[in-house]
């Protein structure tokens, strides 16, 4: 019970970074960005690759570089050429899965069996004791939203709020949105690649199909914290994002310790919870509305 305690709050904290990257581009910015699974990948890829090659520190700023690059692609595409956020987010995707090969040597697979990872100097160093890997993990994600929140309070971090809520507004106020929606989406596509890198490190591989519904178990691990703990303020949303990832993965421990529900229907499970905690509020008012209705006609009667 305890290593299942363990290992959820461990992945918990490091898949965290992926629902910070979708509060920012998806509650933020008010930008369904799909860019989400191919660069979860790219971050690993990256990191994982230079964790084998002897730099598992320089790993980590490489990875946010590229994911940063990442997000900037999608940003052109969708302020520069045109194209729809949905699309801009689809074709960076798309043309991430050729990046992603190459960054781990034309392999689909990439391992760091035997090799130093940042998990493995803070074990050798007698950092944490046997919570070494949740110590990282955490300091990590806490470090991440601590910036994040600090960051969004920032005059352009103001002005990148602001583009979410009304882009023309921004606009008139003399600010770029292109410039604002391209600084949001690197910075998001940054926290998602960390994520990558991160559990590339932890997990010590890292598979070209690693972030297939990513973005699914992201905005799940949103929904569910903001659900707990609400989202009136910037910093409640930091902080659901970590609460409810946390929650995700103990649920997840929990389903397959006591198959409650088959592990090939999982990502179903955690797709159709997604889509209704979204549906939500229009599920609500449709009840209220049929709530109505009966007593109107109660009272007709």
């Known amino acids: 019970m305890l290593l299942i305690t363990q290992t959820a709050l461990e992945l918990g904290f490091l898949y965290a970074l992926v629902a910070m ?41 490489a990875a946010l570089l590229a994911g940063a690059c990442a997000g900037y692609i999608t940003a052109f595409l969708q302020t520069r050429a045109g194209v729809p956020s949905i ?6 995707n798309t043309g991430l899965y050729t990046i992603n090969l190459m960054a781990m040597g ?18 050798e160093r007698g950092i944490g004791g046997d919570w070494y890997e949740l110590l990282l993990a955490a300091s990590v994600t806490i470090a991440a939203g601590v910036l994040l929140y600090l960051f969004l309070g920032t005059r352009l971090g103001l002005s990148i709020r ?19 929606i391209s600084v949001g989406l690197c910075i998001s596509n940054s926290l998602t690649a960390l994520s990558g890198a ?73 797709a159709i919870v997604v889509a209704l905690a979204i549906a939500a509020p229009t599920l609500k008012q449709w009840a209220l509305f049929q709530k109505r209705k009966i007593t109107a006609r109660k009272g007709d009667d």
């Open 162 to 180: 602001a583009t979410g809520d009304n882009a023309d507004m921004v606009r008139a106020s003399s600010v770029n949105p292109t410039f604002t």
């Open 106 to 123: 034309w392999r689909s697979n990439a391992s760091l069996l035997g090799v130093n990872t940042l998990f493995t100097m803070l074990r």
């Open 198 to 270: 991160m559990v590339g490190q932890y997990q010590k591989t890292m598979d070209i199909n690693s972030g297939t519904g990513i973005v699914v178990i992201g905005l799940a691990c949103l929904i569910i914290g903001e659900t707990v703990l609400g989202r009136r303020t910037v910093l409640k949303g930091v902080i659901a994002v970590m609460v409810g990832s946390i929650i995700y993965r103990f649920i997840y421990a929990i389903v397959l310790s006591t198959n409650v529900v088959p592990i090939d229907c999982l990502k179903l499970l955690t």
């Open 87 to 92: 699309l801009a987010g689809i074709i960076t």
């Open 21 to 61: 990257a979708l509060f920012l581009s998806y509650r933020i910015l008010d930008i369904a960005d799909l860019t989400t699974d191919g660069c979860f990948v790219l971050g690993g890829a990256v990191s994982v690759t230079l964790t084998a090659a002897g730099h598992p520190i320089l790993a980590i700023p």
